[in-house]
């Protein structure tokens, strides 16, 4: 079945450091590929996506390259600030049919942004 | 645009009460709405899924006759977790997708239960 494995950990930087949470999945045919990320006490909010191979989707400074070669779509962002502290979540979304689909959430990489 | 609601955000009730939790989408008709379940510092599980005007698909292992769904219209779906104890203590997230925005989930807020 489709899943998704990301880096654990916590990730603890000093603002302005670069930032990447690596991201792998294992889905057959061809999935669109999600970034989400969950400030304390909050729901989910897309931070970006990629419904392709090769695309790129970007939001806020963060950046991910949907790469199917490797089956990776890792997160980066070259200047992190403590507003970004938050729980990353990378996930795949397989439709599977005319009105579900399947989404799959990693296990999420919490960030913790230090002045 | 496609903005999802929940509520209430968060509640506390007594152990052998019901619970029941709304999801709405606000500016979109949802044809198909999600349940999620997280528990504390991990990541969201699946519980359902709901088509509007149609009995609700549970994951396996998740108790169909405890939390009882409902898509009765195309903007609200609702949660209701009966004769609830400790243990269902946890966030619950809804998600909606709509006719557009293919592959693509708007999530909700959340709903924080805890059951004493």
């Known amino acids: 079945g489709n899943s998704v494995t990301q880096m654990e950990g916590p990730v603890t930087l000093s603002e302005e450091a670069f930032l990447t949470i690596n991201c792998t999945y294992t889905?057959?045919?061809?999935?669109?590929l999600f970034w989400y990320v969950q400030y304390p006490g909050e729901g989910l909010q897309l931070l970006l996506k990629?419904?392709?191979?090769?695309d790129k989707g970007s939001n806020k400074g963060f950046e991910a390259t949907y790469r199917k070669e490797t089956t990776s779509f890792h997160l980066e962002k070259g200047s992190v600030q403590v507003s970004d502290s938050a729980v990353y979540f990378c996930a795949l979304s397989d439709r599977s049919d005319n009105y579900g689909q399947n989404f799959v959430f990693g296990p999420g990489t919490r960030l913790s942004v230090l002045p | 645009g496609a903005v999802v609601s929940q509520h209430p955000s968060w509640v506390i009730c007594k152990s052998g009460t019901s619970v029941k939790i709304e999801c709405r989408s606000l500016?979109?008709?949802?044809?198909?709405m999600f349940w999620y379940r997280q528990f504390p510092k991990q990541s969201l599980m699946l519980m359902a899924t709901s088509n509007e005007g149609s009995k609700a698909t549970y994951e396996q292992g998740v108790e169909k006759d405890k939390f009882l769904i409902n898509h009765a219209s195309l903007t609200l779906s609702t949660l209701t977790v009966t004769s609830a104890h400790p243990e269902d203590s946890s966030f619950y997230i809804c998600?909606?997708?709509?006719?557009?925005?293919?592959?693509?989930?708007?999530f909700g807020p959340g709903t924080r239960l805890t059951v004493t």
């Open positions: 889905a057959t045919g061809y999935p669109s």
């Open positions: 500016d979109f008709q949802a044809t198909t």
């Open positions: 998600s909606a997708k709509g006719l557009a925005g293919v592959n693509e989930q708007y």
């Open positions: 990629a419904t392709k191979a090769d």
